[in-house]
C-alpha cells in the first residue's frame, strides 16, 4: 500500500467542490450539488491544463444544451431520444477536439432530460451551474506550490552526479582503476527524467510564458550525458595509459570541480585547446597499442567539445541557495 497522502491537488479539488456547492446552494439553484461535480472535473494538475479543461468543458456541455433541447422538444423525453442524441454528439465533440468535456456536458443533459420541460429559467440555471463549478475550479486551480526548491534540488543532485563521473575518469587515466561500478550514469538518466517532468510541470502552470531555464537545463544535462555514455568505452578501453592520459585526467579533475548551473564553457573548451596544444607536444607513440591508446584520447577530447558546446549558449541559472539553505535546516 502508499503512504496515505494529502497533495495539494487533492485540498484544492476538497475545497473548491464544496465552496461550488455552497454557491449554489446559496443561490438556491437546482441540482446544485452538480456545481462540487464541475469543478472536481476541472481541477487538474496544472493551470494550463485547468484552462484547457475548463475550455473543452464549456464547448461541449454549451452544443449538449442545443442538442438536447432541440431532440427532447422534436422527438420526445425518451430515454432512446437520449441515446440517438449521444450517437451524434460524441463525434462533434471529437471532430472539434472537446472530447474530454463530455462527461460534465452530459451532467447538465441529464438535468434537462430528467426535468422533461424545457424553460428559459431552467437553461439559465444550468449555465448558472457551469459558472459556479467551472469558475471555482479556475480559481482554486490558479494556487500552485512553488516547486523551484525541488528542481535546485535535482539539479544539485545531477552536478554530483557529473562531477563523480568526470574524477572516475580522471582516476582511471592515472592509474587504471578500475573499481568503479558506474551507478553515477544511471541515477544521473533517472534523475534528469525526473526533473525534466518537474520542470514541464513548472512550464505548464505560467500561462503566458513558453519557456523554461530549468527545463532547458535539464535538457542540456541529458544530452551531456549521451554524450557521456559514447566516450566512455573510448577511455575505458585504452589499451595502454600513456604520457597524454595525464593531460586529459588534469582537465577532467578541474571540469569536475567546477560542474554547476552558470555558463563556463567557453572557458573550458579554451583549457580544451590547451590539452591539444599539449598533446601534440608530447613524443609520437613508439608502439602500435600507444598509438590507438593516444586516437582513443584524441577522440575523447574531441568529444568532450562536443560537450561543453552544448551548454555554450545557455545563460544559465541563478541558483535558490537561499531557499535550500533554509529547507536543508529545517531537515
Known sequence: MKRYHIGSRILKTALGAAISIGIAQYFQLEFFSSAGILTILCVQSTKRKSVHAVY?????????????????????????????????????????????????????????????????????????????????????????PDIRHKLDEYRLKIEGQYSS??????????????????????????????????????????????????????????????IIERVLPKITNLPVIVEQAELVADFMEELSENVHSGNTAKKYRSKLEDVKIDFAKLPLPSTHEKFLAMASLYQFIEEMDRYLAIKQDFKGITPSYRRLAKKSKSE
Open 56 to 144: 473543452t468543458r464549456v464547448m461541449a456541455t454549451l452544443i449538449g444544451i442545443i442538442m438536447s433541447v432541440s431532440f427532447f422538444e422534436l422527438f420526445g423525453y425518451h430515454s432512446w431520444v437520449l441515446g440517438l442524441m449521444i450517437l451524434f454528439f460524441l463525434p462533434i465533440l471529437v471532430m472539434i477536439k472537446v472530447t474530454p468535456g463530455f462527461v460534465s456536458s452530459v451532467v447538465i443533459i441529464l438535468h434537462i432530460f430528467s426535468t422533461a420541460n424545457f424553460t428559459w429559467s431552467l437553461v439559465s440555471n444550468e449555465l448558472s451551474l457551469m459558472l459556479i463549478g467551472f469558475g471555482t475550479a479556475l480559481a482554486v486551480n490558479m494556487y500552485m
Open 165 to 226: 563521473i568526470f574524477k572516475e575518469i580522471a582516476k582511471y587515466l592515472r592509474n587504471g582503476d578500475t573499481s568503479w561500478d558506474g551507478k553515477e550514469l544511471v541515477e544521473a538518466n533517472s534523475v534528469i527524467n525526473k526533473a525534466k517532468a518537474l520542470a514541464y510541470q513548472d512550464v505548464e502552470n505560467h500561462l503566458t510564458r513558453h519557456e523554461n531555464l530549468y527545463y532547458q537545463y535539464f535538457d542540456i544535462r541529458e544530452r551531456q550525458l549521451d
